[in-house]
């Protein structure tokens, strides 16, 4: 119950890289979920999350008005936002290693994909969390 495959959240909601920037919101509204991974012609290629978003569309400051926001979101691809080259890790990952890499890097999350670099799974803080409460509930020790 040690590895990435033990915890992380299996073949995961993903978006192709020629969908809309709005159609991603409102996917990640939806399925509420805050990352996503991309597709471009089937093979895994990239990330987008809640925050690239809220840092790709206007601020409200903007002088544009909402309908001119959403049309040029609706026009903008996910490819032009995203993140293509996320830190990944493989199935058999220690968590401890997979913690430590989010940790270093501020990360909330890591793709999981197999040698062959297809996407398996999404291995969130979530996740992690879980994996802790569930291994301290099990040590008589953790819970003092």
Known sequence: ???????????????????SVIEAIHLMKEKDIRRLPVTGNGKFCGLITDRMLKEYTPSKATSLDTWEVHYILSKTPVKEAMNSKPFTVRP?????????????????????????????????????????????????????
């Open 92 to 144: 058999d990952t220690w968590l401890t290693n997979a913690a430590q890499l989010i940790h270093d890097n501020k990360l909330y999350g890591l793709c999981v994909t197999d040698q062959d670099d297809n996407l398996v799974g999404i291995l969130t803080t979530t996740n992690i969390m879980e994996a802790l409460i569930t291994i301290c509930n099990s040590q008589s020790n953790c819970n003092q």
């Open 1 to 19: 119950m040690l590895n990435v495959s033990d915890w992380m959240t299996p073949n995961p909601i993903t978006i192709d890289e020629n969908s």
